[in-house]
């Protein structure tokens, strides 16, 4: 890459998921830079190779552009700690929002300076794996700093019923989170689901007859279950939100809400197993058993 199209870019904040997206922007020929104060030294060591600033006023004077990856009931706040600084550059939400909240942190950084993401797949480790989708006015041009590393950057154009309709529509602004919000309203939906089963089987003392007759009649819902436990124990903290976030974006469009409120609800129960090992499914059964107030 060229220098003059070498950029700063700050990457709030360098999770599991952020780290690899920072990762991507390093491999691109960007400069990418994070806030250190008051981070674990978990955090500390995953970033390692970036450029630490001491408070989110020191990377808002420096960078170009920001993005924002943090826990979804995080997202609007930390639009509005941006907002209060002096920083001018493009803001990137990558976040598991309702395009509605999207919506509202457009408004809070002003929609000309804002692009709407949503990242489906795992931290991408390897290419093919994870794709940050893009929409926006600068959703082609923020899509293009992604030209190499793991990380595959999709700009969303807009549909030709949107054009028709108007092409400045709100909704065109964050098509990248209606993506998501469809997407892991399955995904993540129907692990909490297949969790909460096994949860009401154990309740009632048939998870034995349960497991034996999907042995019969529905042979991968036993693995499907475990999977669902070892993939979802540990960041169940962070889907609560998320949950709640798709069961926004179902009411907004006037369908039933109820079925991921539920799911948040499968996911709270669960937070507690954060920062543990993957847990197998008998383990997070029994988180699920407990009642809120044990």
Same mark, same amino acid.
């Given at each position: 890459?060229?220098?003059?199209?070498?950029?700063?870019?700050?990457?709030?904040?360098?999770?599991?998921?952020?780290?690899?997206?920072?990762?991507?922007?390093?491999?691109?020929?960007?400069?990418?830079?994070?806030?250190?104060?008051?981070?674990?030294?978990?955090?500390?060591?995953?970033?390692?190779?970036?450029?630490?600033?001491?408070?989110?006023?020191?990377?808002?004077?420096?960078?170009?552009?920001?993005?924002?990856?943090?826990?979804?009931?995080? +997202?609007? #706040? /930390?639009?509005?700690?941006?907002? =209060?600084?002096?920083?001018?550059? *493009?803001?990137? &939400?990558?976040? $598991?929002?309702?395009?509605?909240?999207?919506?509202?942190?457009?408004?809070?950084?002003?929609?000309?300076?804002?692009?709407?993401?949503?990242?489906?797949?795992?931290?991408?480790?390897?290419?093919?794996?994870?794709?940050?989708?893009?929409?926006?006015?600068?959703?082609?041009?923020?899509?293009?700093?992604?030209? +190499?590393? #793991? /990380?595959?950057?999709?700009?969303? =154009?807009?549909?030709?019923?949107? *054009?028709?309709? &108007?092409?400045? $529509?709100?909704?065109?602004?964050?098509?990248?989170?209606?993506?998501?919000?469809?997407?892991?309203?399955?995904?993540?939906?129907?692990?909490?689901?297949?969790?909460?089963?096994?949860?009401?089987?154990?309740?009632?003392?048939?998870?034995?007859?349960?497991?034996?007759?999907?042995?019969?009649?529905?042979?991968?819902?036993?693995?499907?279950?475990?999977?669902?436990?070892?993939?979802?124990?540990?960041?169940?903290?962070?889907?609560?939100?998320?949950?709640?976030?798709?069961?926004?974006?179902?009411?907004?469009?006037?369908?039933?809400?109820?079925?991921?409120?539920?799911?948040?609800?499968?996911?709270?129960?669960?937070?507690?197993?954060?920062?543990?090992?993957?847990?197998?499914?008998?383990?997070?059964?029994?988180?699920?058993?407990?009642?809120?107030?044990?």
């Amino acid at each position: 890459m060229a220098k003059d199209t070498s950029r700063n870019i700050g990457v709030l904040h360098p999770g599991s998921m952020g780290i690899t997206v920072a990762r991507s922007l390093q491999d691109s020929g960007h400069k990418v830079g994070w806030v250190a104060a008051n981070r674990s030294a978990q955090t500390r060591d995953r970033a390692k190779g970036l450029i630490a600033f001491d408070s989110l006023d020191e990377i808002s004077a420096w960078a170009d552009a920001l993005i924002s990856i943090c826990p979804p009931h995080g +997202a609007v #706040a /930390l639009a509005q700690q941006v907002h =209060a600084t002096a920083f001018g550059g *493009l803001y990137i &939400d990558a976040n $598991a929002l309702a395009p509605s909240t999207s919506l509202q942190i457009g408004e809070i950084m002003g929609l000309g300076a804002y692009v709407d993401g949503g990242i489906i797949g795992p931290p991408a480790l390897q290419p093919g794996t994870t794709r940050l989708y893009l929409s926006g006015h600068h959703a082609a041009g923020v899509a293009a700093w992604f030209s +190499a590393g #793991a /990380l595959q950057a999709v700009p969303m =154009a807009p549909t030709q019923q949107q *054009l028709e309709n &108007d092409e400045s $529509a709100p909704e065109q602004h964050v098509a990248a989170s209606m993506l998501k919000m469809s997407y892991a309203a399955y995904s993540k939906g129907a692990s909490a689901l297949l969790l909460s089963v096994n949860a009401l089987a154990e309740a009632g003392g048939v998870t034995e007859a349960l497991h034996s007759e999907w042995a019969i009649s529905a042979p991968s819902l036993l693995k499907q279950s475990q999977r669902a436990a070892l993939m979802t124990s540990g960041k169940a903290w962070r889907f609560e939100g998320e949950m709640l976030e798709i069961s926004e974006t179902y009411s907004d469009v006037g369908l039933p809400d109820a079925l991921h409120a539920g799911a948040a609800e499968v996911y709270e129960r669960m937070a507690a197993l954060k920062d543990l090992p993957p847990q197998e499914l008998e383990a997070v059964v029994a988180a699920l058993l407990r009642r809120p107030e044990e």
